[in-house]
């Protein structure tokens, strides 16, 4: 995929004079002044085109310039620092693609658990803001939705492997219309530096790790999806009562065969999917289903507007196909296309 960057110099390429476009170097000076003892050799002309010498160093540069981690939490608005509360992972930048064949570094990243120990637990309230911002000022450029899990661990967080259940508490899809075309900037995470959530309130108490996780899918078709992710680690307080779930396991978070995840992003009106892996984001409540694995039961599909629940900003509460709740905790339902309506200001 090209960058808007790359995209910007070739266009401010192409509208200077040709003049400038080339520059001609020859040995022919250098044979000059040469010792005359040493015998003659040909002139070499060499001929470089700045556009392509720009494109090159651009090439070397651009895919990662599209890559990213996260790197701090925020609380209720405040940015933490680099690491302090979430595992830092040793792959630095770069993508797992771990779709077909996932492994036990797909829970919260490669290297992570060796810096658990001296990673920090911030203690949170049921009701907070929580939410991730990228490392080094990054922002994602690349298509696609992003999803926050949580896995409460069965004592010290710390020294959690995340083995146990997860549940799914945000999912971002696509914020804009499309036109004639799905396009990169349709997706709700396109640009942007942080994922953030509302804690349910009734989420019980004790530590949990918090996965966030954004899944470029420009090579999706092909199995070769990647996925950036990192987790905190937290203590929620308080004495919610809820029952998160559906509840997965991670390996197993998502099937190998799953549509949403393969599917061909260019050149198609839309993006026909309203959540990428089986399970429905949990946003309080009692779950009735029961336990993970690949695919779990779909969460029940309470009645709009009742007790089954409320939506946070940004998430979905509407579309064709959708069976979750449709009351907004903060601002009103959108409809974005047939298939995706979302809870925005």
Known sequence: MVSRRVLDIRESIRRQPSSHHDASWTCQAARKTAPSSLPPSPTITMHFSVAVIALWALAATQGVEAHYRYSKLIVNGRVTNDWEYVRE?????????????????FRCNSGS????????????????????????????????????????APGDVRQYRGDGDWFKVQETLICRAPGRYLADTDWCSWDQPDQTFTLPRDTPPGQYLVRVEHIALHGAQSGDTEFYFTCAQIEVGGNGNGRPGPLVKIPGLYNSNDPALRFWIYGVPSYPYTRVGQHAVWTGGQYGGGGGGGSPAPAPSPAPGNGGGTVPLWGQCGGEGYTGPTRCAEGTCKVSNQWYSQCVN
């Open 89 to 105: 992972n040793s792959n630095f930048i770069m993508p797992t693609k771990q779709f077909l064949q996932p492994s036990d570094d």
């Open 113 to 152: 658990f060796a810096n658990a120990g001296r990673t920090k637990v911030h203690k949170v309230n049921p009701g907070d803001s929580i939410g991730f911002r990228l490392w080094n000022g990054g922002k994602i450029l690349h298509p696609g939705p992003t999803t926050i899990h949580m896995s409460r």
